[in-house]
């Protein structure tokens, strides 16, 4: 499985940005997909999840309300739509596919769950 992030980019705080994920190489209609995101000598942080479906989304309590995470299995595309971004919201961001061992639940808020990794587009957003 292949992953490929785009979409980032350097915009003004209460700007928006989508970012996009393709797959390839894999069942993408049986894959979980999440997004996370990393600075520098941090960790790598969850912000969003949505099952192979599309029918369950989770989402970082840093990003309710103003995120959304969608998917289109025709096109094995994940997308992160992001709305009001704010300076803390600059990071590098990641989309990962979880084949579905375990099925839908909160263990996909956790980056070692996943198998497979994009490589990362940037996000920086000025106040």
């Known amino acids: 499985v292949q992953l490929q992030a785009s979409g980032g980019g350097s915009v003004q705080a209460g700007d928006s940005l989508r970012l996009s994920c393709a797959s390839s190489g894999g069942t993408f209609s049986h894959m979980n997909m999440g997004w996370f995101r990393q600075t520098p000598g941090q960790q790598r942080d969850f912000v969003a999840a949505?099952?192979?479906?599309?029918?369950?989304?989770s989402f970082a309590d840093s990003v309710k309300g103003r995120f959304s995470i969608s998917r289109d299995n025709s096109l094995e595309m994940v997308y992160l739509q992001m709305d009001s971004l704010k300076p803390e919201d600059t990071a590098v961001y990641y989309c990962?596919?979880?084949?579905?061992?375990?099925?839908?639940?909160?263990?996909?808020?956790?980056?070692?769950?996943?198998?497979?990794w994009g490589q990362g587009t940037q996000v920086t957003v000025s106040s």
């Open positions: 990962a596919a979880d084949l579905g061992t375990l099925g839908w639940g909160p263990h996909l808020q956790r980056a070692y769950e996943y198998d497979y």
């Open positions: 949505i099952s192979w479906s599309g029918a369950s989304t």
